[in-house]
């Protein structure tokens, strides 16, 4: 089955600074990659997500790049801000079991002040 | 519009009771996924309902493990004789039919002592 692994897992930025996160995935079938924002005490919030026929995609501060042939895609979050402090998750899905998701172990980013 | 809804946030239980977790899909998805996140193994799918499909159990640790879906909209998520193992937060999404965006739930800690 699919195997997703997501670098680093803790990343402590200033604020103002980028943030970027990295995951690979295993199953070259995946094509839908979305990103998830985890606050304590609440659900995964899906903030940004990229199809296999696309190589980058933009949402104000936010963006995401796919690299295919590497099996690799990553988050970039520009001039972060205090409220941007969270867990994030990486998953994949190639569309079995309906579109279920296989996560990443989770980022925790904390920007400092 | 409302988000998923799941109850109750908090469930302390002791090893071998039986407990049931709800969700409340939003109105109009017809997908419900419910997935598992706990410190040892981050998040994990469980289970898949479409419609009035048979769900996709492939997830599913355990025959202690089983969800139902009635009329097409509340799932409940039912562990039989817990263990100790299986305290985690059980995190609930849906989605539109054919849809890839899952919105979750602030899902449900299930404590078992």
């Known amino acids: 089955g699919e195997n997703v692994e997501q670098h680093p897992s803790t990343l402590s930025v200033q604020e103002g600074d980028s943030a970027v996160i990295k995951c690979t995935y295993s199953?070259?079938?995946?094509?839908?990659f979305p990103w998830y924002k985890q606050e304590l005490g609440k659900g995964p919030q899906l903030i940004i997500d990229?199809?296999?026929?696309?190589g980058e995609k933009k949402d104000q501060r936010i963006a995401v790049t796919l690299n295919k042939t590497a099996k690799h895609f990553s988050l970039h979050i520009t001039e972060t801000q205090p409220e941007d402090s969270a867990v994030y998750f990486c998953?994949?899905?190639?569309?079995?079991?309906?579109?279920?998701?296989?996560f990443g172990g989770g980022t925790r980013l904390m920007v400092k002040p | 519009g409302a988000g998923v809804s799941q109850s109750p946030s908090n469930k302390v239980t002791e090893k071998g009771k039986d407990v049931e977790l709800r969700c409340d899909p939003i109105?109009?998805?017809?997908?419900l996924y419910w997935y598992r996140q706990s410190l040892g193994q981050g998040l994990e799918f469980l289970i898949y309902?479409?419609?009035?499909?048979?769900?996709?159990k492939s997830g599913l640790p355990s025959d202690r493990f089983s969800a139902e879906r009635t009329g097409g909209s509340v799932s409940t998520l039912t562990i039989q004789r817990t263990q100790q193992e299986d305290s985690a937060v059980y995190l609930c999404?849906?989605?539109?039919?054919?849809?890839?965006?899952?919105?979750f739930g602030p899902g449900t800690r299930l404590t078992v002592t």
């Open positions: 999404a849906s989605s539109l039919e054919g849809g890839r965006e899952q919105y």
């Open positions: 199953d070259s079938a995946s094509n839908y």
């Open positions: 990229i199809r296999s026929n696309v």
């Open positions: 998953a994949a899905s190639t569309g079995e079991a309906g579109n279920m998701l296989t």
């Open positions: 109105s109009g998805h017809t997908a």
């Open positions: 309902f479409q419609g009035n499909s048979a769900p996709d």
